[in-house]
């Protein structure tokens, strides 16, 4: 049984950061792709950003320069760090995790950018 378990969200005023962390359980973390998504109140779930299993990064325009993928094979895990936060970043963000035609989701964890 493959489970993420997300952590790191809160509260956090604009211009500050925060970082998301995923734990993986089970075996085959190295060939996952991994990644990042959200969900705003009355918004669909947006990918965010995604990291492969050969470290390339994807993010969307909105995120470039402020937000960071990474991943630790040791520990399983898969990092998210957010700077520069605004407002508009405020969502329920979830981690993904995908190996062949599996998908395996995390709880979420919420992330509130007052302004």
């Known amino acids: 049984q493959v489970q993420l378990v997300e952590s790191g969200g809160g509260l956090v005023q604009a211009g500050g950061s925060l970082r998301l962390s995923c734990a993986v359980s089970g075996r085959f973390f190295d060939f996952y792709v991994m990644g990042w998504y959200r969900q705003a109140p009355g918004k669909q779930r947006e990918l965010v950003a995604s990291?492969?299993?050969?470290?390339?990064?994807y993010y969307i325009d909105s995120v470039k320069g402020r937000f960071t993928i990474s991943r630790d094979s040791a520990k399983n895990t898969v990092y998210l760090q957010m700077n520069s936060l605004k407002p508009e970043d405020t969502a329920v963000y979830f981690c993904?995790?995908?190996?062949?035609?599996?998908?395996?989701w995390g709880q979420g964890t919420q992330v509130t950018v007052s302004s």
């Open positions: 990291i492969g299993s050969s470290g390339s990064t």
């Open positions: 993904k995790g995908e190996i062949r035609s599996f998908e395996y």
